[in-house]
């Protein structure tokens, strides 16, 4: 009861936050809109555009709803001094971050409910083809992120500089995770680094999953059977395993309840 009521809290205080909204609600927006019209008949990698970009945007949203929110809801709470008052009173750690996560996962919910509706009705994708993989890739993406998030917020000086300090995280995924653009199109050296970049392997079992085809890294884009998508996938679950492993040791490293010493 006390995570649903943090989570509420968590979303009431973003709705106040018209700049915060705007960078977790206004931007993945701005990228689902496209998804809606039909589009010109553009192919990516065997599919349509639209599609190819939908079933990644799946993933990205991650960025935002997760990532972004938490590194600045644990920032500012810091510096005000409310994770310290919260630490203080009879609730958990655990029900502490839990709050935050889950309102936050709410917020990624509803994008994501927007382009799982452009995928279904414009787009003709249908229902994903392993449900089940799909749900336990994006679960592990939104632990993956708010761990990086809880570390972020640790050496973030304070909330404005928190719309900054998460920049170099969201260019880079943006044009080396494959959510729009397939990473066979880039240089080899950089295909490699790429596809070991937290999202990077969301987006691979995200699109495989949805779609039923392997599009993880070095696939044929070819038809898998249910049992075939989890193995092609197999690698991808291990480097998010092993970014959700680097979150936790790097968020108790760095995160910190109290506001920062000048």
Avoid at 151 to 178: D, H, K, M, R, W
Wanted: charged share 15%; aromatic share 10%; net charge neutral.
């Amino acid at each position: 009861m006390n995570v649903v009521l943090l989570a509420r809290l968590d979303l009431s205080l973003l709705w106040r936050n018209r700049t915060a909204l705007v960078g977790v609600l206004g931007v993945p927006v701005a990228f689902a809109v496209p998804l809606f019209p039909a589009g010109d008949g553009t192919m990516t990698s065997g599919i349509a555009a639209p599609l190819y970009t939908g079933t990644g945007d799946l993933a990205f949203f991650l960025l935002f709803g997760i990532f972004v929110n938490l590194t600045n809801v644990f920032t500012a709470r810091r510096e005000d001094l409310t994770l310290k008052r919260l630490r203080g009173s009879a609730l958990s750690d655990r029900e502490i971050f839990g709050g935050s996560v889950l309102g936050a996962t709410a917020i990624y919910l509803f994008q994501a409910g927007l382009v799982l509706t452009a995928l279904v009705t414009t787009l003709d994708a249908g229902a994903p083809a392993n449900p089940p993989l799909l749900l336990l890739g994006l679960g592990l993406g939104v632990a993956a992120f708010a761990l990086l998030a809880f570390a972020l917020s640790g050496v973030t000086p304070n909330a404005e500089l928190s719309q900054y300090t998460v920049l170099p995280v969201l260019f880079l995924c943006s044009a080396a995770s494959g959510f729009m653009i397939p990473l066979d199109s880039l240089p080899d050296w950089v295909e490699r680094i790429a596809a070991t970049l937290p999202l990077s392997p969301l987006v691979e079992i995200s699109r495989t999953a949805y779609l039923g085809r392997d599009f993880t890294h070095g696939g044929d884009q070819g038809q898998l059977s249910f049992l075939g998508s989890w193995a092609a996938c197999g690698p991808a679950l291990a480097v998010l395993l092993a970014w959700i492993a680097a979150g936790f040791l790097l968020a108790r490293r760095y995160f910190r309840w109290e506001p920062r010493r000048s």
